[in-house]
């Protein structure tokens, strides 16, 4: 138990360092990393230099100029260094110094655009400056968006610190400064912040429902253990198990930044979320014994043969961890997406990666306790095991309904929800339970869930959606038609057509990211937007969707100059068409919420 415990010590340890490091490299500003000058060369020519901070570099391939109509200018430039680039593949670079030389530069401004990064960190968006050949004066054209961190063409760009806090010039708008979870948590405490922040963060996301299924799941493996379990023994196989769990997180953000996709995207959609509820009710039906959930008795062999010698089932344990990340890892949106859209911006593998680890570590702190003193609690085999099984199974099917609210047609859930509660009532009035406290606790649970069950197939039945307030339909029965209106979204498909609906507006704005296949929009839109608070909220203003299911090329340009990792995502701009600080809403939103950002534009 102690070599285990100095194990994960060691593997906390070596990740602060590591996250201290990488906070320590914090990129600089584009100007300051590739500082750009103008100076007058031989026979009219204009030449061009960049004078490049220590740990950065310029590609030569994109160094390229134009003319303020249009036209491609020939540019000169030497020869570079040759580096196999793993965002560019073979490419000729520059360190410390480069320049361009422009023969023929002509009488009016001349575009030019670069774009270069960090060595072993960020890559910056393909910068363009305006140099007047005249005065030799080098000047910002407007830029779409700020300084931003880049990882390849597809990514969405976030600020870089100490760049502009807004989009402006021909964008038509302005966005608030938003760090985003990670830079801001660097920014206020340095790595051991962002560490422990994304380990209190997986603690509390422990208890929620989508991550319940860890608990029995381990708590079955360790029963199997029978009198060979000891605490010690307990806390090896629990910290094995929390271990897979957060490494399978590290994967997803080590393959967030290799590939440069937004993943979370992936594990947001009907098919990920349909799949995950067909795995909760396969296991509420073994649960039910109408099936053995097991590993194929060859996997089972080739784990025993290789892990006996080394502690019996621990390396099981560990396989059993990872593979419930699959599970638990689509339904932990607000942490998780911060990580992976800090990975897709800036290509900081090691750092997300961590920070993704640190917040599996989290959620595995209260497996540790289950294993260490839980061992001596957990049932032994007979028939008590059988009814914990049972109670496991209930809770399964729940968990299933819940998840698979956002997919199902209104009111729908109600039923199901119904149907639980009265066959967990059946249930408890006809198990064989203990005389005494437990017959009376089961008989009592029994009728409030026949009870509760009743409630919510008439409130199903009479065209209710909200599984808190099922017998609300009845009270709401003489509410004018006029309340009941529902919000009305105009499209927006580009980042000219929101300029186009911004101009001349003379109230506030609000631009919602949606898409078919997002599950947390759906829930939003069933169970937010029907709010009478929400619309009367909204009532004063200009309610724009932007549609991002089919994410073609307007799509993702409109996210990126919008810096939008997903939906769900909300913005809310004021009459100067300027996004007003913190009231941007990511990931799932509540009444509550959706409320007080769009009362922050009451005194706008």
């Known amino acids: 138990m102690k070599k285990t415990a100095a194990g994960i010590l060691a593997v906390l340890a070596s990740l602060g360092i590591a996250l201290t490091d990488a906070a320590a490299q914090e990129p600089l500003p584009v100007d300051q990393a590739f500082a750009i000058s103008a100076s007058e060369g031989p026979g009219g020519s204009l ?14 391939d994109r160094i390229a100029a134009r003319t303020a109509d249009g036209a491609a200018l020939t540019v000169e430039t030497p020869s570079g260094l040759k580096k196999d680039d793993p965002n560019f593949g073979p490419s000729e670079i520059y360190y410390r110094r480069a320049e361009a030389v422009l023969s023929e530069p002509g009488l009016g401004p001349v575009e030019i655009t670069y774009q270069g990064c960090q060595e072993d960190g960020i890559c910056y968006a393909p910068e363009t400056r305006l140099v007047d050949p005249v005065s030799l004066a080098v000047s910002d054209p407007a830029p779409l968006h700020p300084a931003v961190a880049w990882q ?8 870089v610190e100490g760049g502009s806090s807004e989009v402006a010039g021909s964008a038509g708008f302005e966005l608030a400064a938003d760090e985003g979870l990670v830079q801001s948590l660097l920014g206020e405490g340095g790595a051991f912040l962002l560490f422990g ?11 929620t429902p989508c991550v319940f299924p860890m608990y029995p799941i381990l708590a079955g493996a360790l029963a199997r253990e029978g009198e060979r379990l000891t605490p010690g023994r307990g806390f ?25 996709q937004n993943l979370q995207m992936v594990l947001q959609s009907s098919w990920t979320t349909g799949v995950i509820v067909a795995v909760f009710v396969a296991l509420a039906l073994s649960m039910f014994g109408l099936f053995e959930l097991q590993l194929p008795s060859a996997w089972t ?24 990340a699959l ?30 680890f640190a917040l599996g570590t989290g959620k595995g702190l209260p497996l540790l306790v289950l294993g260490a003193f839980g061992g001596k609690a957990l049932p032994r085999a007979g028939a008590w095991m059988e009814q914990v099984k049972r109670a496991f199974g209930f809770a399964f099917l729940g968990t299933a309904i819940w998840l698979a609210t956002p997919l199902l ?10 149907v ?66 529902e919000l009305e979204f105009a499209s927006v498909a580009s980042t000219a057509d929101l300029q186009a609906k911004l101009e001349g507006e003379d109230r506030p704005t609000l631009v919602y990211f949606t898409a078919d296949w997002c599950v947390t929009c759906r829930g939003i839109e069933r169970g937010v937007f029907p709010d009478q608070g929400v619309r009367q909220a909204l009532s004063g203003f200009q309610l724009l969707k932007a549609d991002v299911t089919d994410f073609d090329t307007q799509d993702a340009e409109l996210m990126k100059q919008l810096r939008v990792a997903g939906p769900p995502t909300m913005l809310f701009f004021d009459e100067k068409s300027s996004e007003v600080a913190a009231t941007r809403l990511v990931g799932s939103v509540s009444v509550d919420s959706l409320t007080r950002s769009a009362a922050r534009l009451e005194g706008f």
């Open 47 to 60: 030449s061009v230099e960049w004078d490049i901070a220590d740990g950065y570099y310029l590609y030569r």
């Open 152 to 159: 390849s063409e597809d990514a969405a760009p976030a600020a």
């Open 197 to 207: 922040m994304f380990v209190l963060f997986g603690l509390l996301l422990a208890f």
């Open 236 to 260: 090896r196989l629990s910290a094995a198990y929390a271990i897979g769990l957060a490494s399978a997180f590290a994967l997803l953000g080590a393959a967030a930044g290799w590939s440069g």
């Open 301 to 324: 062999s080739w784990i025993a043969a290789r892990t006996s010698s080394r502690g019996g089932s621990t390396g099981s344990a560990a396989i059993l961890g990872f593979s419930s």
């Open 327 to 356: 599970i638990v890892g689509p339904c932990v949106t607000a942490p998780l997406a911060g990580a992976l859209l800090y990975i897709a911006q800036t290509g900081d593998t090691v750092l997300g990666a961590a920070a993704l």
């Open 409 to 418: 047609p209104s009111g729908l859930d109600l039923a199901l929800w119904a």
């Open 420 to 485: 639980l509660l009265i066959g967990l009532a059946s249930y408890l009035f006809s198990a064989v339970l203990p005389h005494g406290l437990a017959l009376t606790a089961g008989r009592a649970l029994g009728s409030m869930s026949l009870i509760h069950g009743a409630i919510l197939m008439i409130g199903a039945a009479a065209g209710a959606t909200d599984p808190l307030k099922p017998l609300a339909v009845f009270a709401d029965r003489g509410t004018a038609p006029a309340a009941s209106k």
